[in-house]
């Protein structure tokens, strides 16, 4: 106890930078030699202001009990740098946090990718239901999902997760407090963390610190929705100098919110367009954890889809349409007034995104099979069916799979 007691004075100072925290772990080896330093030392040490020497030389271990009552109190888990179980490739970012406060049980994410799903507050009915997909389709390949539960995207892929009946780690801007429904699930399901105590005092730069943190956990981060000056593009520039694999979702190439998936693609982000995107590559470095979606369970959007299903009976004649020379429309011709809506509804769409429709077979097509048979790069295949999923042409499926969702009018 004495041990953690010197850990947990060192986070209640959080009026100072982690990377001050970090320089006197570094340079003292543990918190309790740490606080047993000679007066006056602190301020000699690179990385220590002048002002955060004086708030360590305060050395108040009695804000350090009044916080171990507290997580006692509130079942709150208190992890330290010092602890085998803390996560490895946490404690290997810069600047890592000296205490983990944690409700739940956290997932090992040294033996499980875990993945941080995260995007705009201000998200479109798109990106929620984008967020949670993919997030659903990520905890049904094994993965762990990391959000930070704020509204928009992080909320509806924590949401998304817990349907799948995934593992979620919340990591939290704040100290613990009020635990809501969501986070409630979380700590059901995972694990809510901070690294700040209890009761501690939000401040602005908190959000911006938990960045570190939240990418320190994550093998990779998918970015869904980001306009221009997102805090979502901080995040994954945080990501990258950690190391992680960033992901990125195509949207409108004339949205607002697409604004930062397009830099992020242009700056060599990979596209996503599902959740088994992501977990791919992971299949053959975590073989035992990671599996291919079964699709027994669809994703949120399409059990809560609000139009229903086209019916066999009203399925327009797809065969007069499907593998065909875009160039030779048989759709142009004359045949009767039901054709010539289908007509008419083709009739906005772009030459790629006619070639994939004409090459999407009845039933379900994999997106491979689009690339092989439309001559496409990827990157574009994803970015149209994406286009054609907004207006409501095509339908995902588990497995990377689309189908044709045209309706005559």
């Known amino acids: 106890m004495s041990s953690i007691r010197y850990w947990v004075w060192l986070s209640s100072v959080y009026a100072a930078n982690p990377q001050a ?8 080896g543990d918190a309790e030699a740490a606080f047993l330093a000679p007066p006056g030392e602190y301020a000699e040490l690179p990385g220590v202001s002048a002002h955060e020497a004086e708030l360590f030389e305060a050395r108040d271990l009695r804000a350090a009990d009044r916080i171990l009552e ?15 179980a803390y996560p490895r490739r946490l404690r290997n970012i810069y600047a890592p946090p000296a205490v983990l406060y944690v409700k739940g049980r956290l997932p090992d994410v040294d033996a499980v990718p875990s993945v941080a799903v995260i995007g705009t507050r201000k998200a479109t009915p798109y990106g929620i239901r984008m967020g949670g997909d993919i997030a659903f389709e990520i905890a049904r390949c094994g993965g762990i999902v990391v959000s930070g539960l704020t509204e928009g995207i992080d909320r509806a892929a924590a949401r998304g997760c817990l349907l799948a009946g995934g593992r979620c780690i919340g990591v939290l801007g704040t100290g613990h407090g009020r635990d809501g429904e969501l986070r409630e699930d979380v700590i059901r399901s995972g694990a809510l963390v901070s690294e700040y105590p209890p009761e501690a005092k939000p401040q602005s730069r908190f959000f911006r610190e938990r960045n570190r ?6 093998h990779a981060v998918c970015v869904v929705e980001a306009p221009e000056r997102s805090g979502s593009l901080l995040f994954a520039r945080e990501a990258l100098e950690q190391g992680r694999e960033i992901f990125a979702v195509p949207g409108n190439a004339d949205a607002e919110n697409s604004v930062g998936i ?27 954890a990671v599996r291919r979606p079964d699709g027994a369970q669809p994703p949120p959007s399409a059990r809560e889809a609000e139009q229903p299903p086209v019916k066999a009976a009203e399925a327009p004649p797809v065969k007069e349409y499907t593998r065909r020379d875009s160039s030779k429309k048989d759709i142009d011709k004359e045949k009767g007034a039901g054709y010539i809506d ?10 790629d995104q006619l070639r994939l429709i004409t090459a999407i077979d009845r039933g379900e097509t994999h997106i491979d099979d689009l690339i092989e048979a439309t001559g496409m790069s990827t990157a574009k295949v994803l970015s149209q069916l994406t286009i054609l999923e907004i207006k409501g042409y095509i339908r995902r499926a588990a497995g990377r799979r689309v189908s044709l969702n045209i309706k005559q009018k």
């Not at 925290?21 to 003292?28: D, I, M, Q, S």
């Not at 208190?78 to 602890?83: E, F, G, H, P, R």
């Open 213 to 218: 943190i939240s990418a320190g956990l994550s």
């Open 21 to 28: 925290r970090a320089a006197l772990v570094a340079h003292y």
């Open 70 to 84: 507290l997580c006692d109190r509130d079942g709150i888990t208190i992890l330290t740098l010092a602890d085998a």
């Open 262 to 288: 397009i830099a992020l693609l242009k700056q060599g982000a990979r596209p996503a367009a599902c959740g088994w995107d992501v977990m791919e590559d992971f299949a053959a470095i975590y073989p035992h």
């Open 342 to 351: 289908l007509h008419d509804q083709l009739s906005e769409l772009s030459e």
